[in-house]
């Protein structure tokens, strides 16, 4: 059915982004080998002189020609980056120069052995980085790589050959490549080419056919390698077929989880379990479960965690950690969520009785697996396992506990020694119980094993006939010896993992609250910056550690300006180090395979959309604790999403004013459509009637038409002055040109202007004889005695009383306008100062601006106002301006 | 001697040339028309009119330049029609020697009382009564003998408040800036002393007006200056 063909829409949509990246990157070509010899670096030399000659600007980035006479004919013609010297131990290593090659920006770059270790001081750790970052900025590479540097195939290779391999790659940068060309030699050849000194010089050559090159190596090497591209050239084919819609039957995707352990032998499973999800074309999870006495185990073996987990993460898998004391449960539970078909666990070396007594995590999880599949791979034979044994911290010989123990047996010795007589043996035992009972309880496992031998010692050597020696008659009393001894083991070990079960919830509690606390305090900051510098204060204080966060300065760009410490704890240098990790949302920097030489740990503050920031950590100890690692990884993802949440409050905020603003400028458009709309319809009106029929119309109705233009055109002109006025104070523009002024004479003026509007309202100014001049801009404060005026004519019917009176008053002058008329409506008090509102009391008309640009002028003098009603009824409107000061002194005569 | 009085409008625009000419018509003033600075100097030049309505935004140039232009060699009457709230601009076109200002918009009425009380005061200057009586409401100034008299009862002013008085009459029916009373009053050294201005102008008001918050001949603009009108 044509239903079926259609591919799915997720698919296509990741293909599409995949497409798009690929538009972007560099193309990856990668020219692969059995073994050294085969001649990759002279075809990856012949396809780059094709290249040239094809017009393409191929540069060498760094190509080791072992001094092979025909691949140096090879690089003729092409130029070549000038490599970078790097001191180290006193000799100077020349190594490719990446910085170089990303300013050059070639359309080809050839850099050979991707799998070589960059000397210290070099960016990245190894090569291959150095090319990832090349690809990603656009440049086409080529490279070179031996099978026996691919980390999953690396154990097999060590297992074959009995070399083991140091520098390696992972699995995703040949799957990541573009274009993989295998050079295959049939292992004769190969010899021969050896023999005829053609890859090494002839007495290495003599050295190297005996070891690495053995026949057997080189014929399980060309397996590896020819088997590692059949695999890449059948997953190219599924992925042409998905691609193309041609369907075939295939499972659905199965999903496996690795539980690992803090065994060394944890990399050999994971690459193991990643073998086998490529062949079972199915996801894999690497699980670790941390249980209570994990905290309690030496750094290395928990960092040798971490970097299973990393050694994971690079060769593709999704990894979590999972916590809880019982595994299986923790492992099982997980998987179900999951919907994990298959889990993978390395099979325990310990012996069987270790087995009987601790029941092993196989059993428990084949016990209660139900419907999973159950994988157990076998551990290198021999190998020496971590016994996972919690070990005291730090711990020197407890030598009090020794000693108390020895005195809490000392104590039982006196009292069976004073009882010897009465009790019988048996009866005597539990003193040595007691103090068995006691140490194991108080004290580590070690001292409860000496209490437990010690107690037994005396008891046989005091209680037990012959008394005083060791010898034992009665062969009975060894059962008493065994229950001792189990009773003491058994209860120190309870102890001892409850003891640990403590801590560890203690640590756990202490990261869980550092990481509670960080949330809650950077939950109330509302500015990214303040997020930043609150997170910068907190993971100091909790990791004890230099902390600084730097943001961007200018839009994708870090800069050690813009940070959250007073002091720069990093030398300036390593701002292209943080710009890195910005741009890659990648950690480096100290303890780090990227940029180890720098002061400090660089980690990207990945929010939930974009990187938001790095912070740089300078931690006591070099790496820190896995712990801390967590930890910090944590608080850096906390932080970048505090820092997210800040911007997008300050985004939400800025529209929310816009959209305020937008109601202001809509409440205008209304008021000022309406207002100017209604005297401009009354004038048209007029006018026009006047104009078309002023032959029919009585002399009388004339008048009345022309009086009505007048009055609307003169409503007209207050409307738009006040709209003037208020946008003119709204916008800023008007200063306050303050000077002292006798009060009468700014009402005086007011009260000419308003006269006829006032008509016959009776208005009594009520000013004390004494009052002093008060500091005000005379032309604004006329306009606020207008406004007011104006407004107790519009709310009065005609015939009303208007009272003016001012005093001066504690906090300045206040100043009060009363009327006769009906008041205001009742909540109106507050509401009259408001732009556009317009009192309810009744139906007049006006913008509502006329107390709003009071309002504005006393607020621009310092002053305040309030409207009340009074209680004989009528508005009051009280106004209280600042007296700013005495007024100068006029000399008399002056 | 013209028997009627000739006043050229500088006015841009079209409407309000319009109700002008309707009015100065119907008014029996002699007019003209000038649309732009340039022509309004020119005319001026040519015509020699009794009074000058002069807007300040004119296209090619500001009306102040006509202004200054204009007071170089002439003193006819100047009234500026200006937007309300730009009391710098008339402070500016007073100070220039402009006579008075209107406040577009406004209305006829006003504007014909300020051209009445503009050619008057011409009329005067020009025949010379200094030393006669000047009498506005119930205040009467002897100017010859220097005594006021509010309701027929002398009042007692100090020296200071008669020159006040003295330049306000001098001025009448104009409005007068505040720079320009106190370099009359108090000399040009005391220009910026519009304190003293305020005082003696309150001063001055108690003793002469019956409401000093409700005065009918001492005016104030507020942010321009004074006036002294004779009757409304």
Redesign the interface.
Known sequence: MMEQDRPNPDELLERATQHAQKEQRGHLKIFFGASPGVGKTFAMLEAAQIQKRAGIDVVVGLVETHRRAETEALLDGLPALARRPVAHRGVTVQEFDLDAALTRRPELLLVDELAHTNAPGSRHRQRWQDVLELIDAGINVYTTVNVQHLDSLNDVVAQVTGVTVRETIPDSVLDQADEISLIDLPVEELRQRLEAGKVYLPDQAQRAMTGFFRPGNLIALREMALRRTADRVDAQMRSYRREHSIHATWPVTERLIVCIGPSPFSAKLIRAAKRMAERLQAEWIVAFVETSQFSTMPPEVRSRVLSSLRLAEQLGAETVTLSGDRIADSLLRYARTRNVSKIIIGKHAGSRWSRLVRNSLLDDLIADSGDIEVCAISGEPGAPLATAQPIAPAAPVPWLAYTQAALAVGASILASLAFRDSLNPTNLLMFYLLAVVVVAMRSSQSVALFATIFSVAAFDFFCVPPYFTLAVDDWQYLVTFGVIVTVGAIISGLTGRTRNQAAYAVDREARTQALYRLTKEMAGETRAFDAARRATAISSEIFDAKVVVFLEDEPGKISFRRRTTDFLPVPQTEEGTAQWVFDHGQKAGRGMDTLPGATALYLPLKGAESVVGVMAVILPTITGTPEQQHLLDNFASQTALAIERARATATAREAQLQVATEQVRSGLLSAVSHDLRTPLASITGAATTLLSQRENLSAETQNELLESI?QE?ERL?RLV?NL??MT?LESGAVSV?R????L??????A??RVATQLGDRRVV?D?PAHLP?VSVD??L??QLFLNLFENAAKYTPPGSLIQLRARPDRAGLLIELSDSGPGFAPGDEKLVWEKFYRGTSTGTRGAGLGLAICRSIVVAHGGTVEAANQPTGGALIRIWLPLGGN??K?PP?? | MRNTPEILIVEDDEQIRRFLRATLAAERYRFHEALTAAEAIAQTAARQPDLIVLDLGLPDADGLEVIRQVRQTSQTPIIVLSA??R?KDKIEALDLGADDFVSK?F?VGELLARIRAALRRAATISTDQEGSIFQVGNIKVDLAKRVVTVANEEVHL???EYRLLQTLIRHVGKVITQRQLLVEV?GPQHSE????L??Y??QL?RKLEA?????RHL?????VGYRLVELD
């Open positions: 007048a055109a002109s002055n003037l006025e003119r040109n000077d002292w002024h006798p009468e004479e700014i009402v005086g003026a009260l000419r100014i000013l001049p005379d032309v404060i006329e007024p100068p006029v005569g002056a | 309300r709230g009391e918009p209305a100090t020296p200071i108090w002393q519009a304190q003293y305020r005082v102008m309150a008001r409401d000093a918050a409700r005065p005016l104030t603009e507020p942010g």
